[in-house]
């Protein structure tokens, strides 16, 4: 049984997901300058796997308990997969900001999701209320930025909407078919393994060269990705999941385009702090506390009225 609220410790854990997270952005930018970005992707899941099965090996972990574990971490990889495909060819067609906001509509999937097929994670007014209102924040962050609409941005939009419901879709799926009968080495190799396959595909049809050159700069981005990300970080975030409500931890992926903002505007690329994003951190912080808000718990007296 997994907690109801987050105590100090997974929010410190989480903060430091969406910090790590919100500089990858940054940090795909510069391995994209000689990497194609589908095949970076597809190099990204195929190295931590290979670190994976390495870890595995070493602690006894069996890969597949079952055929029907076998096939439920088969799907979770192709899911994995099409979100980030998804989001590498949307940003052709449509503005990163506008990526940003529709890629994190994830937390909004996996609350609809998470009502309907996960047992004692319902959506409540508090919890709708709270997400409203951190999703405003990541709005307002990028308002100045959203650009005029138009036909030619829509197959980029529909693409990252359809990140978003891959990404929220792979959590609730991990929680309701493998979280009680997997690990999360487990079920991280699955989503890492089965998802280089069809990113390499993708990369070979759509994207030349594949390299243009590999600089030293190129190869912390491939490290960063591979190791710090897709190894260390997802695997944090599958052990999360395995202890609470992924409407709670969905709730916080809100920081990463903030964070994300923070990183590689002021911190990489010397941007000034807009009033924007001081705006938008206040609302994301404050939908965070209403999403975690621990109810009241009736006294005996009450209960017996």
């Known amino acids: 049984m997994y907690q109801a ?5 997974p929010i410190s854990a989480l903060l430091a997901l969406a910090l790590i997270w919100g500089a990858n952005m940054a940090i795909i930018k510069i391995g994209a300058r000689e990497l194609a970005p589908l095949f970076m992707a ?6 931590a796997s290979v670190c994976l099965y390495i ?3 070493a602690k006894g972990t069996t890969l597949f308990p079952s055929k029907s574990v076998l096939l439920h971490g088969i799907v979770v990889g192709l899911l994995f997969g099409s979100e980030f495909g998804f989001i590498y060819v949307g940003l052709g067609y449509t503005l990163a900001s506008r990526t940003y906001i529709l890629v994190y509509t994830a937390p909004f999937f ?4 998470a009502h309907f097929f996960l047992e004692g994670d319902r959506l409540n007014p508090w919890k709708a209320a709270g997400l409203i209102l951190a999703f405003a924040g990541v709005v307002a962050l990028f308002i100045g930025d959203l650009g005029s609409f138009s036909l030619s941005t829509l197959p980029g939009d ?5 990140a978003g419901a891959m990404w929220g879709s ?3 799926y991990v929680k309701r078919y493998l979280s009680h009968r997997t690990v999360p080495l487990q079920t991280l190799f699955y989503q890492v393994f089965f998802s280089a396959p069809p990113l390499f595909f993708m990369s070979i049809v759509l994207e030349h060269p594949l390299v243009s050159s590999f600089s030293l700069a190129a190869g912390f981005s491939v490290f960063y990705q591979c190791i710090i990300v897709a190894f260390l970080s997802f695997l944090l975030w599958f052990k999360l999941i395995y202890r609470y409500p992924v409407s709670l931890l969905h709730a916080f992926s809100f920081f990463t385009p903030v964070f994300g903002v923070f990183l590689s505007g002021a911190l990489i690329l010397g941007e000034v702090i807009s009033p924007s994003l001081i705006m938008a951190l ?3 912080s404050l939908g965070i506390v209403i999403v975690n808000r621990r109810p009241k718990v009736k006294s005996t007296l009450e209960t017996q009225a």
Not at 158 to 162: N, S
Request: proline share 0%; aromatic share 6%.
């Open 5 to 9: 609220q987050l105590r100090w410790q």
């Open 42 to 47: 597809g190099l990204r899941s195929l190295v």
């Open 55 to 57: 870890w595995m090996k």
């Open 110 to 113: 996996v609350a609809l999701g």
């Open 158 to 162: 529909l693409m990252a909407l359809a």
């Open 170 to 172: 792979t959590t609730v």
């Open 282 to 284: 206040t609302l994301v």
